[in-house]
């Protein structure tokens, strides 16, 4: 699925919130920028299969943090792109980008 928005600029805060969080949805990672979903807990002794279980699920968590920050970086015009440039967080660069709108 190819989706393209209106990058975020001084006039469409609203409207690219809601946009940019039906990206987020679509991908995956809305939780993760709601806070509702934090990185998977490693339990201490857990061994063979439960290891490699919790692996592949920090594996996916990462993935999706990863594609919640691109969607937010990539859909911001460049002088908010200035903002949020090497936070890599994305629950961070959300709300600096909302604080300063």
Do not use: H
């Amino acid at each position: 699925m190819d989706i393209s928005i209106e990058k975020l600029n001084a006039n469409n805060y609203s409207t690219w919130k809601e946009d940019d969080k039906v990206v987020l949805r679509e991908k995956g990672s809305w939780r993760i920028i709601t806070e509702e979903e934090k990185v998977p807990n490693k339990l201490s002794g857990i061994e063979g299969e439960e290891v490699r279980t919790y692996q592949k699920l920090l594996k996916d968590y990462n993935l999706r943090k990863d594609r919640a920050y691109s969607v937010i970086y990539l859909s911001s015009e460049k002088e908010y792109r200035l903002l949020i440039a090497g936070i890599e967080d994305p629950v961070k660069a959300w709300k600096i980008l909302e604080d300063v709108m």
